[in-house]
């Protein structure tokens, strides 16, 4: 469990004590936050420029606070500007920010929002789910005061645990909350004392653990081993890796002639390629099923203010490599090709009737069936 800590401070870059996975995927964890950090009647601000934030909205409510968002065109970033007109405006407890926006394909730059909350008295929760390990990120430099991220993505782990880091003004703000969390999972409180001493700097039996609930333990030992390559490799030559294959892929795109949805470069999410669908294909649907029976791919076709509108493309982690940028690349065109031809470039080894597909799902149903 300390070395899980420890792994973790690194890809968050934080000296936080309180930095420790929870045990469920990311939608809890980040359900695990707001409930602890914010109250009943307290407002919370939540950037919304895609499907994240109204799903954090959603939480939010059901959670009974008072939500507040900004809200912005998706596949478009903020501006500190506009982050600091919306803060002096609402005058929230805490901001929430999606570092990146998976459905739509968009980083948000936050340089200088940290401090910005910071001045304004509230607390920066930001969600890194699809950037950490991709691009660079500095807990502690930036002044995040809460940092939410997956085992699985660019970690390379298996779903399961949300990794999590607050800051001491985070944790400031839950010891002195003015009621009580209705969910014993859920309390912090009780789960730092389960990974190592609790909240308190003055605990007396900070090395002891607490028993709080049994963990997954092979999940354990699985997002122990997935730190530890990213460790290896170095946070470094991991972001310079994907930096290099989603450049790789953009270019690839354009000598096929597909777009991104996101129009402006800087704005665009590393590893995380989102792609207009193309003039002519009505039906995405079957793109993406020539594609998987093809090539064993799946690539999603967009979800909340882009479903159907987007091909979405996963190139981090262990896929972020050239090899699979080129399959890709290859697949993609393919796919296309047949759903408007209905045949493909010759010597790509398939049938322009489409009905002799070299599908791995039927290699899968002869082993299940024998």
């Known amino acids: 469990m300390d070395e899980v800590q420890n792994g973790l401070r690194y890809i968050f870059q934080t000296k936080n004590k309180f930095t420790l996975p929870v045990t469920g995927t990311g939608t809890l964890g980040i359900e695990t936050v707001l409930l602890n950090l914010v109250e009943p009647g307290e407002i919370i601000l939540i950037t919304n420029n895609g ?22 065109t998706p596949g478009t970033a903020y501006s500190l500007s506009e982050l600091e007109e919306a803060i002096k ?72 645990f949300t990794p999590l880091t607050f800051s ?3 944790v400031d703000k839950i010891t002195k909350r003015k009621t009580i969390l209705r969910s014993f999972m859920l309390d912090m409180k009780e789960l730092t004392e389960f990974w190592r001493g609790g909240l308190n700097d003055d605990d007396e039996d900070e090395d002891e653990r607490k028993c709080h609930h049994t963990l997954p333990v092979l ?3 699985a997002l122990r081993e997935a730190l530890s390559i990213i460790a290896a490799e170095t946070l470094e030559k991991s972001w310079e ?67 159907d509108k987007v091909i979405i493309v996963g190139i ?42 070299d599908t791995a799902s039927k290699a899968v149903d002869v082993f299940i069936t024998g």
């Not at 509230?122 to 789910?129: E, F, G, H, P, T």
């Open 219 to 221: 999940q354990l030992y």
């Open 51 to 72: 499907f994240w934030g109204d799903r954090v909205g959603n939480l939010a409510k059901r959670a009974g606070f008072e939500v507040k968002t900004v809200d912005k």
């Open 168 to 170: 001491p003004r985070a």
């Open 316 to 357: 981090y982690g262990f896929n972020g490599n050239s090899e699979k940028v080129d399959l890709t690349l290859k697949a993609l065109k393919e796919g296309i090709d047949f759903v408007k031809t209905g045949k493909v470039d010759s010597g790509t080894g398939t049938s322009s009737t489409g009905n002799g597909l």
């Open 89 to 160: 405006t609402h005058k929230p407890q805490v901001l929430y920010v999606t570092h990146g926006e998976s459905s739509t394909g968009v980083i948000q730059d936050l340089t200088g929002i940290g401090d910005l909350c910071k001045s304004n008295g509230c607390l920066l929760v930001v969600d890194v789910v699809s950037s950490i390990g991709i691009v660079p990120l500095f807990v502690d430099r930036w002044n995040i005061d809460v940092a939410i991220c997956s085992s699985h993505k660019a970690l390379g782990s298996v779903a399961g």
């Open 241 to 307: 890796r994907h930096e290099t294959t989603s450049k790789r892929l953009s270019d690839g795109l354009e000598k096929i002639d597909l777009q991104h949805f996101v129009k402006k470069s800087k704005h665009r999410l590393t590893g995380t390629i989102v792609i207009k669908v193309p003039e002519g294909i009505s039906n995405i649907t079957k793109v993406l099923k020539y594609v998987k029976e093809k090539y064993n791919l799946i690539f999603g076709k967009g979800f909340g203010p882009t479903k």
